[in-house]
């Protein structure tokens, strides 16, 4: 599978924006799917993630109530909608998927991940 990020940018603080990962190639519902971050100099550490059921997901501590993932299975699309942005939300965004994961399964590391996008760059201003 092929991962494209978009949507990030140059935000305040407060502000909202929703990233989005655009996969092609084998089916989608067939990947648990997560986002990470990577801000620079630090390692690139887990956000959030879905289930291939999507009715099951998992966030981080630090964007809990802040951050919602999701995905329309009919669209090839996965989403990371992110409000109440904070400038320690600054990173470099990326998607990632698992091919082995069964239909409600949740991954948070990124050993468990086969495929990654690019990354989308999140910058937040105080």
């Known amino acids: 599978v092929q991962l494209v990020e978009s949507g990030g940018g140059l935000v305040q603080a407060g502000d909202s924006l929703r990233l989005s990962c655009a996969a092609s190639g084998r089916t989608f519902s067939s990947y648990a799917l997560g986002w990470f971050r990577q801000a620079p100099g630090k390692e690139r550490v887990f956000v959030a993630a879905i289930s291939r059921s999507a009715g099951y997901t998992d966030y981080a501590d630090s964007v809990k109530g802040r951050f919602t993932i999701s995905r329309d299975n009919t669209k090839n699309t996965l989403y990371l909608q992110m409000s109440s942005l904070k400038p320690a939300d600054t990173a470099l965004y990326y998607c990632?998927?698992?091919?082995?994961?069964?239909?409600?399964?949740?991954?948070?590391?990124?050993?468990?991940?086969?495929?990654w996008g690019q990354g989308t760059q999140v910058t937040v201003s105080s």
């Open positions: 990632a998927a698992d091919s082995g994961s069964g239909w409600f399964a949740l991954r948070t590391s990124r050993a468990d991940y086969d495929y």
